[in-house]
C-alpha cells in the first residue's frame, strides 16, 4: 500500500506518505523496512531512520486509519525529529 496525503503546515507544501508491504488492516511498526513513512516538500524533510518509530493503524476498511510517528530529519540536517499522529482517510 502507498498514501500520499498533501499537507499545508504554516503555508508551506509538503506531503505526507506511508509505504508498507503489509497487506490487509492492522496495527503495523513503523521502520526502515516494511513500514516506511515520510514527511517532504518545501524545506527540510523528514522520514523513518530507525526500527522504533511508531505505528501506522489500518482500519478494516482499508482506506483509513491512524498514525502515530516520530520521524528524524535527513542526515546532517539542524533540524530536530518531529511527531506526527491522527487519523487519515483514503478519498473514495
Not at 503546515?9 to 509505504?19: M, V
Not at 523528514?46 to 491512524?66: E, I, P
Not at 498514525?67 to 487519515?88: C, F, R, Y
Request: charged share 10%.
Amino acid at each position: 500500500m502507498i498514501a500520499s496525503f498533501a499537507v499545508v503546515p504554516n503555508g508551506l507544501y509538503y506531503n505526507l506518505r506511508f509505504l508498507t508491504n503489509r497487506v490487509g488492516a492492522g496495527e503495523y511498526n513503523v521502520s526502515t523496512a516494511g513500514t516506511f513513512v515520510a514527511f517532504n516538500g518545501q524545506g527540510a524533510g523528514w522520514s523513518t531512520l530507525n526500527d522504533h518509530s511508531g505505528k501506522l493503524v489500518v482500519n478494516s476498511d482499508g482506506r483509513s486509519g491512524t498514525i502515530n510517528v516520530t520521524l528524524s530529519p535527513v542526515p546532517g540536517s539542524p533540524q530536530a525529529p518531529i511527531q506526527i499522529s491522527g487519523s487519515w482517510r483514503c478519498p473514495a
